[in-house]
Nanobody
Framework: QVQLVESGGGLVQPGGSLRLSCAAS????????MGWHRQAPGKQRELVAQ???????NYADSVKGRFTISRDDAKNTMYLQMNSLKPEDTAVYYC??????????????WGQGTQVTVSS
């Protein structure tokens, strides 16, 4: 089993910055895909950013140029640097990892979610 622990959410004023972290622990052979999703009240969960080992990251159009996703494979940790935050970025942010436990077996795990509120 693998556990993902998120941190870094909170309340920030419009134009401010936050940095989210997601750390994995447990039986991990490798992590192929790491991603951040978010869900605002009354809306569906949406992909914010995703990074695959060895490839360039992908971003939702709404966050391009403002958010940066990165990963530290030595620490099994992923980050989301969020700058120029807007009220519409307010949501619960979830991380997910596609973890390879063996060469042939992989499973997707989700974090518990962290609240990000952008408000003056």
């Amino acid at each position: 089993q693998v556990q993902l622990v998120e941190s870094g959410g909170g309340l920030v004023q419009p134009g401010g910055s936050l940095r989210l972290s997601c750390a994995a622990s447990g039986s991990i052979f490798s992590i192929n895909v790491m991603g951040w999703h978010r869900q605002a009240p009354g809306k569906q969960r949406e992909l914010v950013a995703q990074i695959t080992n060895g490839d360039s990251p992908n971003y939702a159009d709404s966050v391009k140029g403002r958010f940066t996703i990165s990963r530290d494979d030595a620490k099994n940790t992923m980050y989301l640097q969020m700058n120029s935050l807007k009220p519409e970025d307010t949501a619960v942010y979830y991380c997910n990892f596609r973890v390879r436990h063996t060469v042939v077996f992989a499973k997707t795990y989700w974090g518990q979610g962290t609240q990000v509120t952008v408000s003056s």
